[in-house]
């Protein structure tokens, strides 16, 4: 069965910097896009990065444009965020998801569009 296990969170000061993991299996990783949410108390979930099946093509929300980053690596089934300087408004659950992707169509960025889910990682961020 689809299985995402997200890692690396923690509590960091602000300013640090953390990377998540996210090992998936039951799935043939290199044809899903991939995607990170996060979800603070008392609030939704939100969009914060997403990948295409290949790599080639990422995507950024706004508030973490130019401080994290999103890869993946096909070969071991993993997908990453790196988050440098940190802010205590990025304290929330980070989840990584996926979803099938067909080559030539666009990359889903909205919840709604991702079927699978892991479990996240709580990621907080002291001022």
């Known amino acids: 069965q689809v299985q995402l296990v997200e890692s690396g969170g923690g509590l960091v000061q602000a300013g640090d910097s953390l990377r998540l993991s996210c090992a998936a299996s039951?799935?043939?990783?290199?044809?899903?896009?991939m995607g990170w949410f996060r979800q603070a108390p008392g609030k939704e979930r939100e969009f914060v990065a997403a990948?295409?099946?290949?790599?080639?093509?990422?995507y950024y929300a706004d508030s973490v444009k130019g401080r994290f980053a999103i890869s993946r690596d096909n070969a071991k089934n993993t997908l990453y965020l790196q988050m440098n300087s940190l802010k205590p408004e990025d304290t929330a659950v980070y989840y990584c998801?996926?979803?099938?992707?067909?080559?030539?169509?666009?990359?889903?960025?909205?919840?709604?569009?991702?079927?699978?889910w892991g479990q996240g990682t709580q990621v907080t961020v002291s001022s």
């Open positions: 039951g799935f043939i990783f290199s044809t899903y896009a």
């Open positions: 998801a996926a979803v099938r992707q067909t080559r030539g169509w666009a990359t889903p960025r909205e919840k709604y569009e991702y079927d699978y």
């Open positions: 990948i295409s099946w290949s790599g080639g093509s990422t």
